[in-house]
């Protein structure tokens, strides 16, 4: 009888290179599963807001909308590109940020969409967000995008296109993430609103040293 200790270094070799596959495949399915929930998210919302909202507001305009968690406040800007060229300038305060949702926005940024973006988040950002800051601060290196971090639990989106003369100031209790509470957002169609945030937010200085410094 063999020794029952001695194995065939290629057959154990084999059988490794098996289990490593199949913990490859694994991770790759759980990460489809992921990609493909935020997918469905994005799409819910945008035929949500595609029903209930114009693509394009008139001067003087404000909707209210009240929703169960299926809507983000990314939705609404997601929404509102729909119905300009591109924004030449968004800023959004938040408390916190999905890593899907930055994704998104360099998408734009690439594209074209969005000229400028400002992030201004929360304190526990650079900590308990630590991948999400890193990549923020990455666009803010490749795109000359600015992030500022404060004492924020703000949630307000600002979108301008200059030459249109359409300024959005969108107001929320959702932060651009999803989760599955009620929430409410008001969108207004008003430059004077648009210019009263913007002005309070380019008046916050930045808590964190990494943080871009660049001006808007």
Not at 56 to 75: N, T
Not at 79 to 90: I, K
Request: proline share 2%; net charge negative.
């Amino acid at each position: 009888m063999g020794d029952l200790f001695e194995f065939d270094p290629q057959q154990v070799a084999a059988i490794e290179a098996s289990m490593r596959q199949e913990r490859a495949d694994q991770a790759k399915a759980r990460a489809q599963k992921v990609r493909s929930r935020v997918q469905m998210r994005r799409a819910n919302a945008e035929k949500t807001l595609e029903e209930i909202l114009p693509p394009r507001l008139e001067a003087g305009d404000s909707w209210h909308v009240i929703s169960r968690g299926d809507i983000d406040a990314l939705s609404y800007l997601r929404h509102a590109l729909t119905g300009v060229s591109h924004f030449d300038h968004v800023l959004m305060s938040t408390w916190c940020i999905a890593k899907a949702d930055l994704e998104e926005i360099t998408a734009w940024l690439d594209a074209g969409r969005i000229d400028f973006f400002e992030l201004y988040a929360g304190e526990i950002f650079p900590n308990q967000y630590g991948d999400e800051y890193e990549q923020m601060l990455r666009m803010c290196e490749t795109y000359g995008a600015r992030i500022v971090v404060a004492k924020n639990h703000s949630k307000v989106t600002l979108a301008a296109n200059h030459e249109e003369g359409y300024y959005l100031a969108m107001e929320s209790s959702a932060n651009v993430n999803t989760n599955p509470r009620i929430e409410q957002t008001a969108i207004h169609c008003n430059a004077e609103l648009h210019g009263f945030y913007l002005e309070f937010f380019h008046g916050i200085q930045s808590i964190d040293r990494h943080s871009a410094t660049s001006q808007a």
